[in-house]
Antibody, heavy 116, light 110 residues
Framework: EVQLVESGGGLVQPGGSLRLSCVVSGFTFSSFEMAWVRQAPGKGLEWVSDVSSSSSTTHYADSVKGRFTISRDNAKNSLYLQMNSLRAEDTAVYYC?????????WGQGILVTVSS | NFMLTQPHSVSESPGKTVTISCNCSSGSIASNYVQWYQQRPGSAPTPVIYEDNKRPSGVPDRFSGSIDSSSNSASLTISRLRAEDEADYYCQSYYSGNRVFGGGTKLTVL
């Protein structure tokens, strides 16, 4: 069974940093691109970033470029999102997703709240 | 600026058919694949259509997707509506290296 489990969310002050993790199981992690997608409270889905299977290629939404860094550790079946210079508008549930063309499996999400 | 525009909400009765549109603001809708995701309240999204018109394993054939180049839009059609289809639906495609979601459509099954 494919599983993706996010962790590392919580409350952080504006300007602060947070690192999200996503541990996966049930598939060969090193064979798939992975992504982060977020959803602000009561709002729609917003793609944040994705990384190729070997980490050679990364993409970022303009809204997070220069502040967020996606990475992965294939030996640990883990995906990460380092979030710096956080803003109130970054408040959202962050989903980790497997990418096989489309986003075919999603985690349950982790809430990040940016507030003073 | 590339955008995918969906109606905010649609509603229909059980047993009927509903179609949700996804209008592409620039470029050709046919240039990149369109996906559709279902999100029930409190749950993560799940794909119901990928690559314009393919259904993932386990998705009933009541769900179908199509592309209309003349209107530069994609559509998700759900036939024989059931109460369990009530959810938010999002289209998604690609533009200049970015993955773009539509704003979402809330489907109410009356």
């Amino acid at each position: 069974e494919v599983q993706l489990v996010e962790s590392g969310g919580g409350l952080v002050q504006p300007g602060g940093s947070l690192r999200l993790s996503c541990v996966v199981s049930g598939f060969t992690f090193s064979s798939f691109e992975m992504a982060w997608v977020r959803q602000a409270p009561g709002k729609g889905l917003e793609w944040v970033s994705d990384v190729s299977s070997s980490s050679s290629t990364t993409h970022y939404a303009d809204s997070v470029k220069g502040r967020f860094t996606i990475s992965r550790d294939n030996a640990k079946n883990s995906l990460y999102l380092q979030m710096n210079s956080l803003r109130a508008e970054d408040t959202a549930v962050y989903y980790c997703a497997r990418r096989w063309g489309h986003f075919d499996y999603w985690g349950q999400g982790i809430l990040v709240t940016v507030s003073s | 600026n590339f955008m995918l525009t969906q109606p905010h909400s649609v509603s229909e009765s059980p047993g009927k058919t509903v179609t949700i549109s996804c209008n592409c603001s620039s470029g050709s809708i046919a240039s990149n694949y369109v996906q559709w995701y279902q999100q029930r309240p409190g749950s993560a999204p799940t794909p119901v259509i990928y690559e314009d018109n393919k259904r993932p394993s386990g998705v009933p054939d009541r769900f179908s997707g199509s592309i209309d180049s003349s209107s530069n839009s994609a559509s998700l059609t759900i036939s024989r509506l059931r109460a369990e289809d009530e959810a938010d639906y999002y289209c998604q495609s690609y533009y200049s290296g970015n993955r773009v979601f539509g704003g979402g459509t809330k489907l109410t099954v009356l």
